[in-house]
DNA sequence: ACTATAAAGGACAATAATATCTTTTATTAT
DNA sequence: ATAATAAAAGATATTATTGTCCTTTATAGT
């Protein structure tokens, strides 16, 4: 569905919207223990976050990530899907065909049509604090 | 969505399903160039429909690749994603969670379940022969 | 038997995605 | 000023995917 390196930083977003939703900044290493990530890659995954203003980012020590409370009610899973793997999950055709639009569709063009504007509506409609709140329920996880 | 090879194999599926629908076998030379893909890459993936009896092969002269009318009618889009693609597209966990299920479920997963249930309905409930006869509409290609 | 056709199979090459390592820059506290 | 912390940036390495090339096997027609 996604590519690695857009899990990747689903899952550090939703971890860092979760911290920073009870005062919490976290560092790289924080992040990648508690999603289970590699490391390194994941801190150049948090930079084209932070590029993207999507998560903020402050050097130095007691620095470390952050989303403001503000912000989550309005970021979105599509908003940070984007940043990693641009818009082919919306616009991509299902059989690879660069060109494949209404006016002229590949064979699973419509059938497809149906099922990627249902993705599309449920990451634009999933803000990051729903999930924040979701996961005080204490039944989510993010690693293994 | 799917993979390169995933792709190549619907295209080239689709394609000789609707040729053998009249009567045509057809060789991978006219196959890679209706469809538009690389044809050496496009010799393996036929390979891989072949073993797993999605079409069949005839080797030598007046030989090439056809499906049975009978056979088009069970056969589905999901048989064909499940050669080259297995069944990552409907157990794998949106986030890249290796165990990600009901009873430990990753924040979105609930959200993907509905999605992926219906993508599921969609390729297992459309056969080849289904195609086949929208195609003769003539509003679907197969390239570009 | 010989030739042409066409798929199957094996080895190899190019590209893209994923991952790591090192250096630099910014910030804080001493 | 210095040391420590932490992100940013750049260079490089590894792995998987995609793609090509060459040889072998099977079949049909002459």
Redo the contacts between chains.
């Keep these: ?2 590519s ?1 390196s857009c ?2 930083a ?2 550090a977003t ?1 971890f860092i919207a979760q911290q920073s939703h009870i005062g919490n900044k976290v560092n790289l290493t924080t992040i990648s223990e508690a999603i289970d990530s590699p490391q390194a890659f994941t801190a150049k995954i948090l930079q084209q976050l932070t590029k993207n203003n999507i998560v903020n980012a402050i050097k130095g020590p007691h620095g470390g990530f952050f989303i403001e409370t503000e912000a989550m009610k309005t970021l979105n ?1 599509s908003a940070v899907v984007e940043v990693l793997d641009g818009d082919s ?1 919306y616009t ?1 055709c ?6 494949c639009n209404d006016k ?6 419509f ?2 049509v ?2 990627r504007e ?2 599309k509506n ?1 990451l634009q409609n ?1 803000t990051l604090l729903m ?1 924040v709140n ?2 005080e329920l204490d ?6």
């Design positions: 569905m996604f690695k899990e990747y689903l899952r939703i899973l999950i991509g299902g059989l690879g065909l660069k060109q002229k569709p590949c064979p699973l063009h059938k497809f149906a099922i249902e993705l449920m999933t999930l979701d996961m039944i989510f996880h993010l690693k293994t």
